[in-house]
């Protein structure tokens, strides 16, 4: 039966064809018996290397101890630092899978780590090197030379992988093209693999088609040098949301016409269920290109690898996870996927690299291509130096083995770490077969996965796990709490929606808001979602009582209402924002400057407000017990900023809303219209309830006497503001001479002066990723955001870490919000004051590492002129200076350098400001030590310290960044 087509957008158009499962069926003897001959065969056969490595597998505690050295004693650059890791290793767990001889080199070493770490260090990475080194190769010249003639001698051919630095910027993203250019060149290499994720920087999924344009301005000299050399060129892939654009590369480079006789290939994960589709689509790719004359391609098929991280990605975005929920349903799909690949109708077409270790499944495939006719349309690949036993004994048979080979330079041997740990932590699972096979009764479960996977391959399922399906809550439903899901840039149809909105968006509207409403605003990007909801503009100061008296008059019916009401109301709006997501996406473009990547979660954290306050207006009904009751305020205001307009505007209201008060919100001057989108979805929900929608008014007021008419009202009995320290202070002088309980009753979030400190324990990649991702997000505009880096010791003369972070810096692109691959958009207007300084002045021993400039807006885009500027990174901040106690609110960072954990932790609570901080370091006494001591409301550990998200982080500031009784919007619920 022919299953009907997913919407997945690799899918093709027609249906997928259906496996022939008794062509399989019939083969399960024969392969069961040629993977146990090819498993016999190595038994006894194995080197010191292959013995260490099957000890390895069976013993989690002896991987654990591995794992460990190579992160902690391999990948750090100070040598001090992996002096005390070394030292502090569990060595008793060596005794698995380490000689006698090693362990006693490694007994001697943690006792004179830390007395001679330049000698000890050196002198164990070079030894770990020595025992990976079947696994890992090293590039320089004459050892890639050797391995590369004794490999040919054993009869393989071999996949090069170079690996690198992490592709932060531009610059490694260049030499690691380069440098793969060199391997292609050389006459003894003729196969290599790269991801695409390494031939460019700074990708936005948003912007696939961009991308793509991208990475094949960078390929095309690659592809060149291959047909030239005569290489093969394999596009490798990792994450999930890779897939479409690797894809999409590798169609649109071998459908340029001079690559119409290249051999090229693309990897295809068959632990994903959208592969089976995209096999498909590539089929159908290959018939025609070879029916006009072109090469045929080559698919390697592998099951999957990166399983960790797309858990993780899954976690933090509120998606399912992208891969089977079962090994069972992987193996299922890769029979599925190798028996629809070997079809006579399909080999002059798509070549197909059957690729793992399973011998099972290994067999499987040489007797369905033999069978078939179509032997000579497979190779067989396997992993370098996991089981090379094995992989003689295949040798044996099918005529050849492809190794895939990494290979990196001696200096850069860290950056094989997370190569070695995937690997090793992959095939010592429970359900891998390496594992399997060595231990006890391992094969037999194997061979029944084995047999499983033949069964199933027709029936496993093949719908996308990730379809961008937002999370809609009814009833009852909402008092459970669930965050909704981030939009899905890995869906087509998600893409393609945020695109027309902000292609929609593109409407000129000057005052558009109503009266004088747009005084002062320039021109406007706004959303075409229908006619403007006017705001009014309060000229008067009896306007302003007008406006208030209408709020008193609904407040007391609102009170009364009692919590379900309140709950209904607000679980409608969550309900309605999620429905409004791409427009809104587009009004904080248009208007306040956002980039898609930065409003998309504000989106989400304003629907999570909505249902939070909901949960928290039925909690409200049990608060006291019997001898207290809860009696709501009358008329609350709240006064929104313009950098989070909507999560923030929605939380203000809607936790008003819950707890019983009529609003009145005046949204930033610079951020109207998102106040005006926020206020139309709540007042819809309220009418829709039969509630007068005039609970929530929005108005705009001038910053004179009616604006201090306003903030000071007698009918107004609190104020919530976000904004800045200047801003609390003056309001709640204002509101000084109140009477009644609890006085001015401002509460505010204000300001933040932000700090991330770098240790040499740091992961120093991943700190560069972080501290630019911190301090450049919504162009360095967010309260949370990273305005200072401290480094300690040794990283303040790293060489590597200074050039990853300009690299990384000076590749941000810099343009309009509403071009999806803009990677930081603009300041929300011409800077000035303190900004303006920060981004043109240096103060007394500081220097430029790069300086800011402003950019010309694109044609058509005029609105923004002024108001792009490239980020800045300044050195050589000094304790006490004006720019490391002053927030600037903009993409300028600034670099301190000090000698010591605790003098950093000084620097960092200097600053009168305690909303964020972070720090990086993977020493647990360090992050202990620094957690104790820092003085913020929200600390961060070897991650980006902004953003936040409701209940799992819970976001407020103490010292400065508060005013008044502020609890933390998302908190728990008390």
Not at 2 to 8: D, N, Q, V
Not at 379 to 385: A, F, I, P, T
Not at 419 to 428: D, F, I, P, S
Not at 720 to 725: A, F, I, M
């Amino acid at each position: 039966m022919r299953s009907a087509a997913p919407t997945h957008p690799s899918d093709p158009t027609d249906p997928i064809d259906p496996t022939d499962t008794a062509a399989l069926t019939a083969l399960v003897p024969g392969a069961i018996e040629l993977a146990h001959r090819w498993a016999s065969a190595g038994e006894g056969a194995g080197d010191a290397a292959t013995e260490r490595l099957g000890r390895l597998l069976e013993d989690r505690a002896g991987l654990d101890l591995a794992v460990a050295f190579v992160d902690r004693v391999a990948r750090p650059e100070d040598t001090g630092v992996a002096a005390r890791e070394l030292a502090g290793l569990p060595a008793a767990a060596a005794g698995s899978f380490l000689t006698a001889g090693d362990r006693l080199l490694l007994g001697v070493g943690q006792r004179v780590a830390r007395l001679a770490p330049g000698v000890v260090v050196p002198l164990a990475r070079r030894r770990l090197r020595q025992l990976v080194g079947h696994l890992v190769v090293d590039a320089s010249d004459a050892a890639l030379t050797a391995h590369l003639a004794r490999s040919r001698e054993q009869g393989y051919r071999l996949n090069i992988n170079l690996l690198g630095e992490a592709v932060l910027g531009e610059r490694e993203a260049a030499s690691r093209v380069a440098r793969t250019i060199a391997l292609v060149q050389r006459d003894d290499v003729d196969y290599v693999s790269v991801k695409v994720s390494s031939l460019v920087s700074q990708i936005s999924t948003w912007d696939t088609p961009g991308t793509v344009a991208r990475v094949i301005e960078r390929l095309r000299p690659l592809y060149r040098a291959a047909l030239a050399h005569g290489a093969f060129v394999n596009l490798d892939m990792e994450e999930y949301r890779d897939l479409d654009l690797t894809i999409e590369v590798f169609e649109a480079m071998l459908g340029e016409p001079e690559f119409a006789d290249l051999h090229a290939g693309i990897v295809l994960q068959a632990y994903l269920p959208d592969a089976p589709a995209a096999l498909e689509r590539l089929i159908a790719f290959a018939t025609a290109r070879v029916a006009a004359g072109g090469a045929p391609i080559k698919v390697r098929l592998v099951k999957g690898a990166n399983l960790a991280m797309e858990r993780v990605e899954s976690q933090l975005h509120g998606w399912p996870v992208a891969t089977h929920d079962s090994k069972a349903d992987t193996d299922a799909t890769y029979v599925a996927m190798l028996e629809r690949a070997l079809r006579p109708d399909v080999a002059p077409a798509l070549r197909l690299g059957v690729a793992g270790h399973n011998l099972y499944h290994l067999a499987l495939a040489h007797l369905l291509a033999t069978s078939r006719g179509v032997a000579d349309a497979m190779d067989v690949e396997m992993l370098q130096g996991m089981a090379p036993t094995e992989a003689r004994a295949v040798r044996e048979t099918v005529g050849g083995v492809l190794l895939y080979t990494p290979v990196v330079a001696r200096a850069d041997f860290d950056v094989a770490v997370s190569y070695l740990v995937r690997r090793l932590e992959e095939n010592a699972a429970p359900e891998n077969y390496l594992h399997q096979s060595m231990v006890a009764g391992g094969q037999d479960e194997a061979r029944s996965r084995f047999e499983a996977s033949v069964h199933e391959a027709a029936t496993v399922s093949r719908e996308p796990r990730r379809r961008g399906e937002p999370l809609v809550r009814h009833g009852d439903e909402v008092l459970t709490f669930e965050n909704a899901p981030d939009g899905d840039p890995a869906v087509a149809a998600v893409r393609e929606r945020v695109r027309a909105a902000l292609a929609a968006g593109r409407v000129e509207m000057v005052g558009a808001l109503g009266g004088d409403a747009g005084a002062g605003m320039g021109s406007t990007r706004v959303a075409a979602d229908g006619s403007p909801a006017a705001v009014p503009h309060l000229g008067s100061t009896g306007e302003v009582d007008g406006v208030v008296e209408r709020a008193r008059s609904l407040a007391p019916t609102w009170a009364a209402a009692g919590a379900d009401a309140r709950v209904a109301v607000l679980s409608d709006v969550a309900n309605r924002l999620e429905a409004a997501r791409e427009q809104l996406i587009a009004v904080m473009a248009h208007e306040a400057g956002k980039t898609v990547g930065e409003s998309e979660p504000e989106v989400s954290e304003a629907i999570d407000f909505a249902r939070w306050y909901a949960g928290s207006a039925a909690g409200l009904a049990d608060v006291g017990g019997e001898e207290l009751t809860f009696e709501p305020v009358a008329v609350t205001l709240v006064t929104p900023p313009w950098n989070f307009p909507v999560a923030i505007a929605v939380g203000g209201v809607l936790a008003a809303l819950a707890a019983g008060s009529a609003v009145v919100m005046k949204p930033s001057p610079l951020a109207a219209r998102c106040g005006v989108a926020v206020a139309r979805h709540v007042r819809d929900a309220l009418a829709a309830a039969g509630h007068d929608p005039d609970l929530v008014q929005v108005v705009q007021v001038a910053e004179d006497e009616v604006g201090r008419h306003l903030v000071a009202h007698d009918g107004v009995d609190q104020v919530v503001l976000t904004g800045s320290l200047e801003t609390a202070e003056l309001f709640a002088g204002w509101r000084a001479g109140r009477d009644g309980v609890g006085g001015p009753r401002v509460f505010a979030e204000t300001s933040g002066k932000n700090v991330l400190v770098v240790t040499p324990s740091a992961d120093l990649d991943l700190a560069v990723a972080d501290v630019v991702r911190s301090a450049f997000g919504h162009a360095g505009q967010k309260c949370s955001a990273a305005s200072l880096v401290i480094l300690v010791g040794s990283v303040g003369r790293s060489r590597r870490f200074h050039e990853q972070l300009l690299d990384a810096v000076t590749s941000l692109r810099v343009g309009v919000p509403d071009d999806l691959g803009t990677g930081m958009g603009p300041v929300v207007e011409r800077p000035g004051g303190k900004l303006l300084r920060a981004l043109t002045t240096l103060e007394q021993g500081e220097t430029w590492a790069v300086q800011p400039r402003e950019v010309a807006p694109p044609a058509g885009h005029e609105e923004w002129e002024g108001r792009l500027w490239t980020p800045g990174v300044r050195v050589g901040v000094q304790p006490g200076s004006w720019f490391h106690l002053t927030e600037c609110f903009g993409p300028v960072l600034g670099v301190m350098r000090a000698d010591t954990l605790e003098e950093a932790i000084a620097w960092q609570n200097a600053v009168p400001f305690g909303l964020t901080g972070g720090i990086h370091s993977l020493d647990a006494g360090e992050i202990d030590r620094w957690l104790a001591a820092v003085e913020v409301g929200n600390a961060y550990v070897n991650r980006h310290i902004t953003g936040a998200v409701v209940q799992r982080q819970p976001f407020g500031g103490g010292r400065g960044p508060r005013w008044g009784r502020v609890p933390r919007p998302g908190g728990r619920r008390t």
